[in-house]
C-alpha cells in the first residue's frame, strides 16, 4: 500500500488556547499571536535604540537620545491605529454583504447573531495603512524625523508578522489552493461547499495521484497549500533576515521603510498564486474563468495581487523620493560648508 501523498491537518490544534472550558474558550491563538507580534516589535525596537537608530538632533544641532517610554508610545499608537485600518478595511472592501456600509456601527460591533464574535476579520493592507497613519501622526506630535522612525519600525515589523500567519494556521484559515505536492494539507475547517464528489472524472484522478481514499456518503477534502506558512517564511522570516542584514547600511533615511513595502508586495504577490482568494470576491481579473480552488494562469488576479502591486509602486516610489530628498539635502550640506 502506497503512503499518502498529503498531510492530516494536525487533530490536536484548536483555534481555541483553552477548548470547552467555559470563559477561557473565548482566548484564541490567533489573538494571542497579536501580542507575541507586539511583543517582538518593542524588543527589536529596543535593540535598535541601544544601536542610536532612534537618536535625532534639536534645532541647534544638539542629540536627542530616544527613550524607552517613547518607544512604547509609538508602538501603542501605531498599534490603534493599525487595528483600525485593518478592521475598517476588512468590513468595507472585502466584506461583499454591504452590511457594514449600511449599518457601520456594526464594524467594531463584537457581537453577531447575539453571539460574542470578537472582530473577526481583519485585513493587512488596511492594517498597513491604518499603522502608517498612526507612525506619520505620532512623528509629527512628537516631532520626529518620521522617515526614521518608519525605518524602525519596518525593520521590526516582519518578524512579528511571522507570529500573525503562525495564528492563522492554528486557527486553519486562509489556507491556500488544493495541489498535489506531498506537503498539501487537508484543514477540517474547509466548508462543504468547497469539498468535491469523488464521483467527478479529475477529483478521482488527483485523489488517485496523491493516495487519498474516497469516503462513502462524504465529500472528498483535498489536500491544500499551508499558505500561511509561505507567508510567516517568506514575508516575514525571510523578509526580516534581508531588513536586520541592511538596517545598518541604509544609504538614507527611507531606505529600510520602502525596502519593506517593496519586499513585502513582491512575496505576497507571488504567494497569493497559492494562496485561495475569499469565495464572495473570487478573482478581480481572470482571463480562463478558473475557480478559486485552482489558479490555471498568471493572469487570474486576486485582490490581494492589486493591492500588493500597489505596494510595490509605493515601495519603488519611498525609495527614489527618499533618495532625491537626501540627495538635495547633502547638496545643500556641501553648499553651506
Not at 541647534?60 to 499608537?77: N, Q, Y
Not at 508586495?265 to 482568494?277: K, Q, T
Amino acid at each position: 500500500m502506497n503512503l499518502p501523498l498529503y498531510i492530516n491537518y494536525p487533530s490536536w490544534i484548536h483555534p481555541e488556547i483553552f477548548p470547552n472550558i467555559p470563559v477561557l474558550g473565548l482566548l484564541r491563538w490567533y489573538g494571542l499571536m497579536y501580542i507575541f507580534a507586539f511583543g517582538t516589535a518593542f524588543f527589536i525596537l529596543k535593540k535598535l535604540l541601544k544601536e542610536g537608530a532612534l537618536d535625532s538632533k534639536d534645532a541647534d544641532g544638539k542629540l536627542v537620545a530616544t527613550t524607552e517610554d517613547e518607544i512604547f508610545s509609538f508602538i501603542a499608537t501605531g498599534i490603534i491605529f493599525l487595528l483600525i485600518g485593518a478592521r475598517v478595511f476588512s468590513t468595507l472592501v472585502y466584506d461583499t454583504s454591504g452590511d457594514y456600509w449600511h449599518k457601520p456601527w456594526l464594524i467594531f460591533w463584537p457581537f453577531k447573531n447575539g453571539r460574542f464574535t470578537g472582530l473577526a476579520g481583519m485585513s493587512y493592507h488596511g492594517g498597513f495603512i491604518g499603522g502608517l497613519l498612526g507612525m506619520i501622526y505620532w512623528c509629527w506630535r512628537h516631532k520626529k524625523p518620521t522617515m526614521k522612525w518608519i525605518d524602525a519600525m519596518c525593520t521590526a515589523i516582519p518578524l512579528g508578522y511571522t507570529f500573525g500567519r503562525i495564528g492563522n494556521f492554528m486557527n486553519g484559515e486562509l489556507y491556500g489552493r488544493i495541489t498535489t505536492m506531498p506537503w498539501g494539507m487537508v484543514f477540517p475547517t474547509v466548508p462543504i461547499s468547497e469539498r468535491f464528489s469523488s464521483k467527478v472524472e479529475w477529483v478521482a484522478a488527483f485523489m488517485d495521484k496523491i493516495g487519498m481514499q474516497a469516503v462513502e456518503g462524504q465529500l472528498a477534502n483535498l489536500p491544500r497549500h499551508p499558505s500561511q506558512l509561505y507567508e510567516a517564511l517568506f514575508e516575514g522570516l525571510v523578509l526580516f533576515s534581508i531588513i536586520w542584514i541592511l538596517h545598518k547600511r541604509k544609504p538614507f533615511d527611507g531606505f529600510t521603510g520602502g525596502l519593506y513595502a517593496l519586499g513585502y508586495g513582491l512575496f505576497r504577490f507571488v504567494i497569493e498564486y497559492f494562496r485561495e482568494p475569499d469565495a464572495d470576491i473570487g478573482y478581480r481579473f481572470s482571463v480562463d474563468g478558473a475557480q478559486i480552488y485552482e489558479n490555471t494562469s498568471l493572469m487570474n488576479i486576486s485582490t490581494g495581487q492589486i493591492l500588493c502591486s500597489l505596494m510595490i509602486l509605493g515601495g519603488i516610489g519611498i525609495l527614489i523620493t527618499c533618495w532625491i530628498l537626501d540627495k538635495r539635502k547633502n547638496r545643500k550640506a556641501e553648499q553651506g560648508d
